[in-house]
């Protein structure tokens, strides 16, 4: 059996990267051979979020012992929040042949990229304007007007930082954006598997 690939995704908040990984998914549904990463991060939970389903949400302190203790392959902070990637459960799915799909900061999907070779691919996700972009932020309504403007500052800094990956999709629609990753995914694996 051969290893699974680590599909590290990055984009601004707001440009859609959890749907894009559940339509991934649905896409592959039955296949067995796609897992989803789920990250640990400090940050509370939104409204609808549930422990171990969007992340597991963890205090500062404990994030700091999983740091230390070496249980994070990898992790940034974003607005103030720690954001990683638990080792245990990345290794295993990678050794079963699934490939992991990681919806990631953009310093976390380059860490794994370096980790992991071409065992791992990396894809930024843009919007269709960013116009579209702050009409997504803004329906949300998870957050105040002085985090959306955050968000919308930081996401420029982001988006500049596109070109450092290995692939850019942009997401106007989900289902061709989707098509999109597949079609990246299958051509990396072919490729590593020459």
């Not at 392959?73 to 607005?79: A, G, K, R």
């Not at 990396?122 to 985090?147: A, H, K």
């Not at 996401?155 to 942009?170: L, N, P, Q, S």
């Amino acid at each position: 059996m051969s290893k699974g690939m680590v599909v590290a995704i990055s984009g601004p908040s707001g440009v859609g990267k959890g749907t894009l990984l559940r339509a991934v998914e649905n896409k592959l549904e039955g296949t067995g051979d796609v897992a989803h990463s789920i990250s640990v991060t400090t940050r509370p939970p939104r409204g609808g979020e549930t422990e171990g389903v969007e992340y597991y949400f963890r205090t500062r302190e404990e994030f700091e012992k999983l740091i230390e203790e070496g249980d994070i392959v990898e992790y940034d902070i974003y607005l103030n929040n720690y954001y990683g990637t638990p080792a245990a459960p990345l290794s295993k799915m990678i050794e079963e042949g699934k490939d992991v799909l990681l919806d990631i900061t953009i310093e976390g999907s380059l860490a794994l990229k370096k980790k992991f070779g071409e065992d791992a691919v990396t894809v930024f996700i843009v919007p269709p304007s960013t116009e579209e972009l702050e009409d997504r932020l803004r329906r949300r309504g998870t957050e105040d007007e002085e985090l959306v403007k955050k968000r919308l500052e930081q996401a420029e800094v982001e988006m500049a930082r596109a070109g450092e990956f290995e692939f850019i999709v942009r997401n106007g629609d989900v289902d061709t954006a989707s098509d999109e990753i597949l079609d990246i995914l299958n051509r990396q694996k072919a490729k590593r598997n020459k």
